[in-house]
């Protein structure tokens, strides 16, 4: 097996375990301490040492890692992503009966999701509970980790049309079916059960369907893959990979994985909130640094904001740019946008082909088609709480948003390439 199989084999073991942020975000906090990092609480008083490692999560969704350097560091290089995916969330109080039937579940849409892929898949079901426990409230973390639930297609001889028109509606026709028959009350004992809870003890919970549907290579050569939450645990994934084995030297190497990135970012967990610069502040204060010799650390910081983008669909090609067209296992696609949706400038950009043609790193450019606007990310939501120097960097991938994603193997390495020497620089 090539390295760059393995690598994306790895990073697709990681995706199948991590469901949800939640997952994800827990995931990252067992592998990161096993390799000695420190885990910290916002709620207490940190006392940071030179030469040490840390992380420390908000909402369980989010999470910073970072490491000291042994001497006096100028600044950080910072990796930014995010944890989370577009999909279906379950509402509070979710069976409806279907006609005396059938048992669906009422979801809502999380994200800016592709519906139809949706349709005929075997799905499952995992979040997060809040459970009472004797006088104090605790979380854990549920997964069916089988399918339960399906949203059937209506046959096409009840709707001719159906391959012309394809105006879905999340409330009308995106409801997954979850049991036969029409007993109240099954979808919560079953959340209890896998939370080792009674019902009247379970207080709340945030749940997501999700495919499980197993990843896979494909291609003649086996060049691509496809899996649920490409977007965006592959950035996060190399980027947590490479900061357990980024070296320091005069900057401390740090990665930031928000949440809701899919929903804007304006929680406390995301790109928006003080998280980032809390974290820089109270590292700060904890290492003794003056105000000034902070703000000269800060400015003399770097932040790659890691989010993927689309690559050239062979049967579309006119909804890519004229010149700029990304392609799966092009390399590292560096985004830009004269409308300021991306980071990217000359500087930043420059840097960054300084290191890439250092390093031997494949890149490519990706822009917008100027009559179809893209979307944003997080790095241009970060530089509003962190004004530092910033490219918006990811890899080219296909049917975006989908439960079910594409992209090239040889990226997934190219990015564990990148953020290895970045961190370690």
């Not at 944890?83 to 579940?105: C, R």
């Not at 009422?106 to 592709?114: D, K, M, P, S």
């Amino acid at each position: 097996m090539s390295s760059f199989h393995k690598d994306t084999e790895e990073l697709c073991t990681f995706i199948s375990a991590s469901p949800t942020q939640f997952h994800a975000v827990r995931n990252m906090k067992e592998q990161l301490a096993m390799k000695g990092f420190i885990s910290l609480d916002e709620k207490e008083r940190w006392n940071l040492r030179k030469g040490s490692s840390y992380f420390v999560t908000r909402n369980g969704s989010a999470l910073i890692a970072f490491s000291i350097p042994g001497n006096d560091y100028r600044g950080y290089s910072l990796v930014s992503a995010h944890t989370d995916s577009p999909a279906f969330k379950v509402k509070t109080d979710a069976e409806v009966t279907a006609s005396k039937l059938y048992t669906t579940l009422n979801t809502e849409v999380y994200g800016g999701l592709l519906m139809a892929p949706w349709f005929d898949r075997p799905l499952s079901i995992a979040g997060r509970v809040f459970v009472r426990n004797g006088r104090s409230i605790e979380e854990r973390l549920v997964d069916f980790s089988r399918a339960v639930a399906m949203i059937p297609n209506l046959a096409i001889h009840m709707n001719r049309k159906v391959n012309e028109e394809n105006g879905y509606k999340a409330q009308k026709d995106m409801l997954p079916i979850f049991a036969e028959g029409n007993e109240k009350g099954r979808f919560l004992h079953s959340i209890a059960e896998l939370a080792a809870c009674s019902v009247e003890d379970l207080l709340e919970y945030e749940l997501f369907l999700y495919p499980v549907s197993p990843w896979t290579f494909w291609g003649l050569n086996n060049e691509f893959f496809s899996s649920p939450r490409i977007d965006d645990l592959m950035c996060a994934y190399t980027s947590f990979r490479a900061i357990m084995e980024a070296e320091c030297h005069d900057y401390a190497p740090m990665i930031c994985l928000f949440d809701n990135e899919e929903t804007g970012s304006g929680t406390k967990q995301g790109a928006l909130s003080d998280f980032l610069p809390s974290v820089i502040s109270r590292i700060a204060y904890s290492l003794n640094l003056s105000e000034e010799d902070n703000a000269i650390k800060k400015a003399s910081s770097f932040m790659i904001s890691a989010d993927n983008c689309h690559a050239l669909h062979p049967n579309y090609s006119e909804k890519c740019d004229i010149t700029n067209k990304a392609v799966m296992n092009g390399g590292i696609a560096i985004k830009f946008s004269a409308a300021q949706k991306y980071t990217t400038d000359a500087e930043s950009a420059s840097y960054l082909r300084f290191l890439m043609d250092d390093e031997k790193i494949p890149y490519q450019y990706f822009v917008n088609h100027s009559d179809i606007p893209g979307g944003s990310t997080l790095g241009n939501l970060s530089a509003q709480k962190l004004s530092i120097p910033s490219v918006d960097i990811g890899a080219a991938q296909l049917a975006m948003h989908s439960p079910y994603e594409s992209a090239g193997c040889r990226d997934t390495e190219s990015l564990l390439r990148l953020f290895r020497a970045f961190l370690s620089r």
